[in-house]
T-cell receptor
Framework: QKEVEQDPGPLSVPEGAIVSLNCTYS??????FMWYRQYSRKGPELLMY????GNKEDGRFTAQVDKSSKYISLFIRDSQPSDSATYLC????????????FGQGTTLQVKP | DGGITQSPKYLFRKEGQNVTLSCEQN?????MYWYRQDPGQGLRLIYY???????QKGDIAEGYSVSREKKESFPLTVTSAQKNPTAFYLC?????????????FGPGTRLTVL
């Protein structure tokens, strides 16, 4: 069983839809949770960064962490064609090595 | 401009050859990482280095080697011992300060074995 599970999709939605992307994990030591966005043939870029449980909002993006269920989500409101990309969840415990554990990535397509 | 550069963007290798992928950063970051990305498998850690002249194996180090002679540079050599080297290779760096864990990624190198 992988430490982090993410539905690879692909996920296709119409423009303006609300998108929900999810990851589950098994290691209760994870404390820092990140979402990266990766456009085709590019390197990933950090989208959201949260510590422990709770919600964090940044414009059209909301990240949720539920440590009791070992479940994290990324919501995209009013999705745009420019949001079409692969979204990777990543997480880490308290280790200072910076070794991130990534999910498989979900490919999202937003159709105009 | 500050950032991470990787070269070349595309690389073709014949079976049995060693190739070296370049990664340079001018962000003054202490830690650097190499990942491999295959379709449907996310990013897997090959090697990482937290300080000059020191590096550690990641989850899939077999068939790869690295060096860290300068803070700015962390080249990755894909040796002939790597049986399935065709993949997208990503280099990342991170400032080593406390629990700040964001990693900044380069644009990647796509390696194809002919």
């Amino acid at each position: 069983q992988k430490e982090v599970e993410q539905d690879p999709g692909p996920l296709s939605v119409p423009e303006g839809a609300i998108v929900s992307l999810n990851c589950t994990y098994s290691n209760s030591a994870f404390q820092y949770f990140m979402w990266y966005r990766q456009y085709s043939r590019k390197g990933p870029e950090l989208l959201m960064y949260t510590y422990s449980s709770g919600n964090k909002e940044d414009g059209r993006f909301t990240a949720q962490v539920d440590k009791s269920s070992k479940y994290i989500s990324l919501f995209i409101r009013d999705s745009q064609p420019s949001d079409s990309a692969t979204y990777l969840c990543a997480m880490i415990g308290s280790s200072n090595t910076g070794k991130l554990i990534f999910g498989q990535g979900t490919t999202l397509q937003v159709k105009p | 401009d500050g950032g991470i550069t990787q070269s070349p963007k595309y690389l073709f290798r014949k079976e049995g050859q060693n190739v070296t992928l370049s990664c340079e950063q001018n962000l003054n970051h202490d830690a650097m990482y190499w990942y491999r990305q295959d379709p449907g498998q996310g990013l897997r850690l090959i090697y990482y280095s937290q300080i000059v002249n020191d590096f550690q194996k990641g989850d899939i180090a077999e068939g790869y080697s690295v060096s860290r002679e300068k803070k700015e540079s962390f080249p990755l050599t894909v040796t002939s011992a790597q049986k399935n080297p065709t993949a997208f290779y990503l280099c990342a760096s991170r400032p080593d300060r406390g629990n700040y864990n964001e990693q900044f990624f380069g644009p990647g190198t796509r390696l194809t074995v002919l």
